[in-house]
């Protein structure tokens, strides 16, 4: 199993965090795994990106060129990461923010409202975490119960309500796709 992800969206919306995040759920799961972000000019508006390697192999490059998936929570990312999917690559959408759909019929769209999931359980901010779960449930990847462990090792500090939040935000994601 291999599988390229890139995740895209505005600095602020957890993009390096769910990077960060699937990357050590990966480690969890007895897997390999890589992690690498981009800042750049990005961090201030624009789009901000990271890639993320999980395989039961050997990770060769962080660099996800030719993504197997990409993540999109904002707009500007649909036409930037787009042409880098794979032909027949999933794609994962959050239409709570992007109205637009990709032109190309080769890949799988599922889009998922992020951002209105995680306001109705109480904090917008969690909407990666929302897209975290779609992801697991298309591809299967990591587990949950893996997501689960990493969020104490990644979100060190966090409050127990805090990460109990987080992963009803996870689940929400993952039952959010039929």
């Known amino acids: 199993m291999y599988q390229g992800i890139r995740i895209?969206?505005?600095?602020?919306?957890?993009?390096?965090s769910a990077g960060i995040l699937l990357a050590q759920a990966g480690v969890e799961d007895k897997k390999n795994a890589s992690w690498l972000p981009s800042y750049g000019p990005e961090m201030r508006g624009g789009t901000a990106?990271?890639?993320?390697?999980?395989?039961?192999?050997?990770?060769?490059?962080?660099?996800?060129?030719?993504?197997?998936?990409?993540?999109?929570?904002?707009?500007?990312s649909l036409p930037k990461f787009e042409p880098l999917l794979k032909?027949?690559?999933?794609?994962?959408?959050?239409?709570?923010?992007?109205n637009s759909r990709?032109?190309?019929?080769d890949i799988t769209v599922v889009c998922v409202p992020c951002n209105k999931i995680a306001?109705?359980?109480?904090?917008?901010?969690?909407?990666?975490?929302?897209?975290?779960?779609?992801?697991?449930?298309?591809?299967?990847?990591?587990?949950?119960?893996?997501?689960?462990?990493?969020?104490?090792?990644?979100?060190?500090?966090?409050?127990?309500?805090?990460?109990?939040?987080?992963k009803k935000a996870l689940q929400a994601g993952y039952d959010a796709v039929k």
Do not use: W
């Open 87 to 98: 032909k027949g690559g999933l794609m994962i959408i959050n239409s709570s923010l992007i």
């Open 102 to 105: 990709p032109t190309r019929t």
């Open 8 to 16: 895209a969206g505005f600095g602020g919306q957890g993009v390096i």
């Open 119 to 166: 306001e109705e359980l109480g904090m917008d901010r969690i909407a990666n975490l929302v897209a975290l779960g779609a992801f697991i449930k298309k591809t299967g990847a990591v587990t949950l119960t893996s997501v689960e462990h990493a969020m104490k090792k990644v979100y060190k500090r966090a409050k127990p309500e805090m990460l109990e939040l987080n």
């Open 49 to 76: 990106n990271c890639s993320v390697v999980i395989s039961d192999g050997e990770v060769y490059t962080p660099i996800v060129s030719a993504p197997d998936t990409v993540i999109i929570m904002n707009e500007p």
